[in-house]
């Protein structure tokens, strides 16, 4: 649902140029300059070209080398002064001229990228580098995308057997369900490097025949979000409220820290911290007050129209017990998750999770649970906002408190819109 920023680095950036003369020092240290760049190892990079050019090496192709490693290391001056040196140049200029425009454009000036990479495809009498630049005219000319964006969503569900909260024990119960959801997020601040953005979630499950179960939240949230190299880096902090059964239920504050890089064509590598201070809202649940904590890890990897991801958690909770039940638990949950897009309209995906929870000993209770959970889902987009979604997943878990031990299976039907 997030939009994605434009901005890319083309060959000419990601690869520096090369020497085929070997032998001499300045050589060796170029061909060495260019192998840690290749390993993005863009200090070490530097280190090599600088030494090149110390050692007397004077060659356009160091200039751009230079001038595209400090690209790498975010020192936009120290890249700009070499590419300006090779805007005249026969065979560089025009690549000099392009990646003049993609540092005008990460800076946030788009009129000075425009002329830039105009110039660049009046200079070069490459077809390739002619489309490219005349491509990020193009993008940078269109209408600014809006501000905000919302997402709705309602859903049928049945549930086999409704989990109760807080004790995440099981009724024995079925019932149907209603579900609703809106979303919308609001960019205050976009640089291109970095942004600030706003967002509201509120979300409700009222069940049909029996409001015992009836839960719902609203969540507030301010995210910050930068770039490092080759990370995307993002700060949130969350504000959430929630009641159960029509009563008042937690308070919950949040910080999220989440980082993710693309290791090469079609991998992605995502990291995420949360630290939360739950307070209960009612004396009735005073024992939930405590503080959670979870490090994830996600791998994805892309082929062609299909995705997998392998993800894992690790959490930890440091909650008030009760003298009967304990609700700290120390958990390990990981998820291996594939997603096919069949067409432009069609995509499945089926999930399997495996979780295991330790919880904190108290004087009645020694409580382990491990629990399996199967996902099957199916989207089918109507038009550019509308799309409709089926998921059916089934439980099982097994704990050394019978009263613990239940599986059940659950049905969701559901329209979405994005707006």
């Given at each position: 649902?997030?939009?994605?920023?434009?901005?890319?680095?083309?060959?000419?950036?990601?690869?520096?140029?090369?020497?085929?003369?070997?032998?001499?020092?300045?050589?060796?240290?170029f061909?060495?300059?260019?192998?840690?760049?290749?390993?993005?190892?863009?200090?070490q990079?530097?280190?090599?070209?600088?030494?090149?050019?110390?050692?007397?090496?004077?060659?356009?192709?160091?200039?751009?080398?230079?001038?595209?490693?400090?690209?790498?290391?975010?020192q936009?001056?120290?890249?700009?002064?070499?590419?300006?040196?090779?805007?005249?140049?026969?065979?560089?200029?025009?690549?000099?001229?392009?990646?003049?425009?993609?540092?005008?454009?990460?800076?946030?000036?788009?009129?000075?990228?425009i002329?830039?990479?105009?110039?660049?495809?009046?200079?070069?009498?490459?077809?390739?580098?002619?489309?490219?630049?005349?491509?990020?005219?193009?993008?940078?000319?269109?209408?600014?995308?809006?501000?905000?964006?919302?997402?709705?969503?309602?859903?049928?569900?049945?549930?086999?057997?409704?989990?109760?909260?807080?004790s995440?024990?099981?009724s024995?119960q079925?019932?149907?369900?209603?579900?609703?959801?809106?979303?919308?997020e609001?960019?205050?601040?976009?640089?291109?490097?970095?942004s600030?953005?706003?967002?509201?979630?509120?979300?409700?499950?009222?069940?049909?025949?029996?409001?015992?179960?009836?839960?719902?939240?609203?969540?507030?949230?301010?995210?910050?979000?930068?770039?490092?190299?080759?990370?995307?880096?993002?700060?949130l902090?969350?504000?959430?409220?929630?009641?159960?059964?029509?009563?008042?239920?937690?308070?919950?504050?949040?910080?999220?820290?989440?980082?993710?890089?693309?290791?090469?064509?079609?991998?992605?590598?995502?990291?995420?911290?949360?630290?939360?201070?739950?307070?209960?809202?009612?004396?009735e649940?005073?024992?939930?007050?405590?503080?959670r904590?979870?490090?994830?890890?996600?791998?994805?990897?892309?082929?062609?129209?299909?995705?997998y991801?392998?993800?894992?958690?690790?959490?930890?909770?440091?909650?008030?017990?009760?003298?009967?039940?304990?609700?700290?638990?120390?958990?390990?949950r990981?998820?291996?998750?594939?997603?096919?897009?069949?067409?432009?309209?069609?995509?499945?995906?089926?999930?399997?999770?495996?979780?295991?929870?330790?919880?904190?000993?108290?004087?009645?209770?020694?409580?382990?649970?491990?629990?399996?959970?199967?996902?099957?889902?199916?989207k089918?987009?109507?038009?550019?906002?509308?799309?409709?979604?089926?998921?059916?997943?089934?439980?099982?878990?097994?704990?050394?408190?019978?009263?613990?031990?239940?599986?059940?299976?659950?049905?969701?039907?559901?329209?979405?819109?994005?707006?």
């Amino acid at each position: 649902m997030r939009r994605t920023r434009f901005g890319f680095l083309l060959f000419f950036i990601l690869l520096p140029a090369t020497l085929t003369a070997a032998a001499a020092s300045p050589a060796a240290d170029f061909e060495a300059g260019n192998r840690a760049f290749i390993e993005k190892n863009y200090q070490q990079a530097l280190q090599y070209f600088n030494q090149a050019a110390s050692a007397g090496m004077r060659d356009a192709r160091l200039d751009y080398n230079l001038g595209s490693v400090y690209y790498r290391l975010g020192q936009y001056d120290s890249s700009r002064h070499y590419f300006e040196k090779l805007v005249d140049h026969p065979n560089l200029g025009g690549l000099a001229y392009y990646n003049l425009g993609l540092i005008a454009h990460r800076s946030g000036d788009s009129t000075a990228a425009i002329e830039l990479f105009a110039k660049s495809a009046q200079s070069t009498q490459d077809a390739n580098l002619k489309a490219l630049a005349n491509k990020q005219i193009e993008t940078l000319t269109q209408p600014r995308q809006k501000d905000w964006f919302a997402f709705v969503s309602a859903t049928y569900g049945y549930d086999s057997n409704i989990t109760l909260l807080p004790s995440t024990a099981a009724s024995e119960q079925s019932g149907d369900f209603l579900q609703t959801l809106a979303l919308a997020e609001w960019t205050l601040q976009d640089n291109k490097t970095d942004s600030i953005h706003l967002s509201a979630m509120y979300l409700s499950s009222d069940y049909i025949d029996d409001s015992d179960f009836d839960d719902d939240s609203l969540t507030l949230g301010a995210e910050y979000r930068d770039r490092i190299d080759d990370w995307k880096l993002s700060y949130l902090l969350e504000l959430a409220q929630s009641t159960f059964s029509g009563e008042d239920y937690l308070a919950t504050t949040g910080l999220v820290v989440g980082a993710k890089t693309a290791l090469s064509e079609g991998r992605e590598l995502r990291l995420r911290l949360t630290l939360e201070d739950i307070s209960e809202r009612s004396n009735e649940f005073a024992f939930l007050d405590g503080i959670r904590s979870a490090l994830s890890a996600s791998y994805r990897l892309k082929i062609k129209q299909r995705e997998y991801r392998f993800e894992y958690d690790l959490e930890f909770n440091d909650r008030e017990n009760t003298a009967t039940e304990s609700f700290s638990p120390t958990r390990h949950r990981g998820r291996f998750r594939v997603i096919d897009r069949i067409t432009d309209k069609v995509e499945i995906g089926a999930w399997i999770e495996f979780r295991e929870s330790d919880y904190k000993s108290v004087p009645a209770q020694s409580r382990n649970d491990e629990r399996w959970r199967v996902r099957f889902e199916g989207k089918y987009r109507l038009d550019p906002t509308w799309t409709t979604q089926a998921e059916l997943t089934y439980t099982d878990n097994e704990s050394s408190e019978a009263s613990s031990e239940y599986h059940k299976y659950q049905l969701l039907v559901s329209i979405n819109a994005l707006f």
